[in-house]
């Protein structure tokens, strides 16, 4: 059990354009799930934090406006990079916890962001 | 706030033997976990064992073994019989229990790992 499920897995896309990336537990019911960023080599940096039914909790220094997170439903995350540039090409991977913070997070296989 | 230090960029190991993986940690809760994730190539984050600050005995999880010293604060992750599938990036990550930090994992920068045959 425990599986997170991220698409697409890639996508290059031009810059000015949005790209939604979305994150799924796939066998357990997720009340929490967290968005990271992460530089080829580098650690993983949390970007935002979402619960199911509300708004999703930035960590500072990250654009509400330029990652939108969306989390609809037990199952589903949404993030959505709005008006892409090139300085937005990173891998982004999101985790899953069935009941908030304190469970083991489970994390997706992550999406590779290309902006040309 | 909380702070990870993993020292070892990098680590070479031969296979079927042990390795150590150092992982520091600082933080001023009482309650805190601490986790270490395997990144292989591919990118996915795998969990690997987890250890609560709280627990007195330390975490093992088949080959992997948390060597956990509260007071030196330090977390250091042992794998046994090394295999050639172990080649991978170890994050070693702290979850904080409390206050702003709860839930939010803190990662460590990293050490990759490579296994010689």
């Known amino acids: 059990g425990a599986v997170v499920s991220q698409h697409p897995s890639r996508v290059i896309c031009k810059s000015g354009t949005s790209v939604k990336i979305e994150c799924r537990s796939l066998d357990f019911q997720a009340t929490t799930m967290f968005w990271y960023r992460q530089f080829p080599k580098k650690s993983l940096m949390l970007m935002a934090t979402s619960n199911e039914g509300s708004k999703a909790t930035y960590e500072q220094g990250v654009e509400k406006d330029k990652f939108l997170i969306n989390h609809a439903s037990l199952t589903l995350s949404t993030l959505t990079v709005t008006s892409a540039h090139p300085e937005d090409s990173s891998f982004y991977i999101c985790?899953?916890?069935?009941?908030?913070?304190?469970?083991?997070?489970?994390f997706g296989p992550g999406t590779r962001l290309l902006v040309l | 706030a909380q702070k990870i230090t993993q020292t070892q960029p990098g680590m070479f190991v031969q296979e079927k033997e042990a390795v150590t993986l150092d992982c520091t940690y600082d933080t001023s809760d009482q309650s805190y976990g601490l986790f270490w994730y395997k990144q292989p190539s591919s990118g996915e984050m795998i969990f690997l064992i987890y250890q609560g600050s709280y627990d007195e005995q330390n975490a093992t999880e088949g080959r992997y073994s948390l060597n956990f010293q509260k007071a030196r604060k330090s977390a250091n992750l042992v794998i046994s019989a090394s295999q050639l599938g172990d080649s991978a990036m170890y994050f070693c990550?702290?979850?904080?229990?409390?206050?702003?930090?709860?839930?939010?994992?803190?990662f460590g920068q990293g050490t990759i790992l490579t296994v010689h045959p």
């Open positions: 990550a702290m979850r904080g229990d409390i206050g702003t930090s709860y839930g939010k994992l803190t």
């Open positions: 985790s899953a916890s069935r009941s908030g913070g304190l469970e083991t997070q489970y």
